[in-house]
């Protein structure tokens, strides 16, 4: 399971567990709701610090990767890509191979 759906699952969890232990205090419903939010928000950045963490990482190499795939094609369009070994290079119009 990829840790976004963990740490979303893991704050939900915390949201529930939070409003389940307002319920019986004799408050208005929306105060309820907006001390289940604070609190679980609270708790989340102690108790979920793992996931979020490896969920920070997984973002920031999905960004690399995206990076890097937007400078090869930038690469390609320009015409300063060389093809990498084993793939053949990108024939033009013509049929002819790229040289």
């Known amino acids: 399971m990829s840790p976004a759906v963990k740490y979303t699952l893991g704050r939900i969890g915390l949201f529930a567990v939070v409003v389940l232990a307002l319920w019986p205090v004799d408050?208005?419903?929306?105060?309820?709701?907006?001390?289940?939010?604070?609190?679980?928000?609270a708790l989340a950045f102690?108790?979920?610090?793992?996931?979020?963490?490896?969920?920070?990482q997984q973002m920031?190499?999905?960004?690399?990767?995206?990076?890097?795939?937007?400078?090869?094609?930038?690469?390609a369009l320009a015409g300063d890509d060389q093809p990498a070994p084993g793939q053949s290079p990108v024939e033009p119009?013509?049929?002819?191979?790229?040289r």
């Not at 408050?27 to 679980?40: E, Q, R, T």
């Not at 960004?63 to 795939?69: D, L, T």
């Open 27 to 41: 408050l208005n419903i929306f105060i309820k709701l907006m001390l289940a939010v604070a609190f679980s928000a």
């Open 46 to 56: 102690f108790l979920l610090r793992g996931v979020r963490d490896q969920m920070a």
């Open 60 to 75: 920031a190499e999905a960004a690399e990767r995206r990076k890097a795939e937007k400078e090869r094609l930038r690469s």
């Open 93 to 98: 119009e013509n049929g002819e191979p790229k």
